[in-house]
């Protein structure tokens, strides 16, 4: 039978199916192997191992669990395989980019499945030899633009999303970027309780913005009891930026991610009661051809008072704290 040309609206449903590839490359230094079109295969689930007690299960749709030392220790909700599959675009990355080129705006939502409808799109993934590192990349045919981000462990900093964003135009382009993590768990929800009241976890939970460092604390304002006693919540789930300048704007919750869809200013949080945690950077650059532009947000659990004050008194006097971060990787 012949394949039936599909519409929405006035646009025409792309549905592509390239070939799939399997090889090794090499990434800097390091050898991967490479997946191409992986985007064709069904979904499939991978583990990422550290030298240390950090943990990640995750999905070749890029949705995840991670952690240190057990369950109870999660940095995203710990869920079985299925769960995590279907969860795609709730837990984890979470990228949007509003590219301007030729007088014109284009929205593009890398790994959404939206993305591959309406545009020509490549995805990659690749995998360290070692076990310990992933990096997801779409490349988007149309607008010319090249999106990339991956996972990386460290035993100083905790867990490192590093993203890139290349421009292939022959010409500069103008980038808009909404990029972060969402559903982040904050300290003292354990396994038990995540599954069985994850509801009523929402309902304590608090996403505080330090704005002078860019660095989101997620945490309870109680522990979850039901006895009449005091139970304080000591400890935070801790995330900050490096790479980019300090005019991008941090979002603690997934609030306004419709809004930047629809072209509509986002303004920074400081202060989130209630809601899932989410860390977003937004900000706009111009790439010149062939120009890159990468940052990194770093996320750590069980943060006491005396970590918060150490890491933001870092982030206060470190020139470049990425240098630090991609030493301790290697």
Not at 53 to 63: A, T
Not at 129 to 147: H, P, R, T
Not at 196 to 217: Q, V
Not at 276 to 292: I, P, S
Request: aromatic share 12%; hydrophobic share 35%; glycine share 6%.
């Amino acid at each position: 039978m012949n394949k039936r040309a599909i519409y929405l609206g006035n646009v025409l449903l792309k549905s592509d199916e390239a070939e799939i590839k399997g090889q090794f490359t090499q990434i800097g230094n390091e050898k991967f192997y490479k997946i191409s079109n992986c985007n064709q295969m069904p979904d499939f689930f991978m583990t990422i191992v550290s030298d240390s007690d950090h943990w990640m299960f995750i999905s070749s749709n890029g949705c995840l669990s991670a952690g240190r030392k057990d369950r109870n220790n999660a940095l995203f909700p710990y869920y079985t395989v299925d769960k995590i599959h279907d969860y795609k675009g709730i837990t984890g990355s979470k990228t949007l980019l509003l590219v301007t080129k030729n007088g014109k705006t284009y929205l593009w939502e890398p790994f959404s499945g939206e993305s591959e409808k309406i545009y020509t799109i490549q995805r990659n993934l690749y995998k360290s030899i070692y076990g310990n590192k992933i990096i997801f990349e779409e490349i988007n045919i149309d607008l010319e633009v090249g999106f990339q981000y991956g996972w990386y462990n460290t035993e100083k900093f905790g867990f490192v999303k590093k993203s890139e964003v290349v421009n292939l135009n022959p010409e500069p382009v103008n980038i808009e970027i909404l990029d972060g993590i969402t559903n982040i768990l904050p300290n003292g929800i354990d396994y038990d309780f995540q599954n069985a009241f994850s509801n009523l976890s929402d309902a304590y939970k608090k996403n505080e913005l330090i704005r002078e460092t860019k660095l989101g604390l997620y945490m309870l304002s109680s522990i979850p009891v039901d006895r009449a006693e005091p139970s304080e919540s000591l400890k935070a789930t801790s995330m900050w930026l490096c790479g980019l300048d300090s005019k991008a704007k941090i979002l603690l919750s997934s609030r306004q991610v419709e809004n930047f869809k629809k072209g509509q200013p986002v303004a920074e949080e400081t202060d989130i009661r209630a809601s899932r945690g989410a860390y977003f950077v937004n900000t706009n650059f111009e790439l010149a051809k062939e120009e890159k532009k990468d940052w990194m947000i770093v996320a750590e659990i069980n943060q006491d008072s005396v970590d918060v004050a150490n890491l933001n008194h870092f982030l206060k006097t470190t020139f470049e704290p990425e240098k630090q971060v991609m030493a301790d990787i290697n």
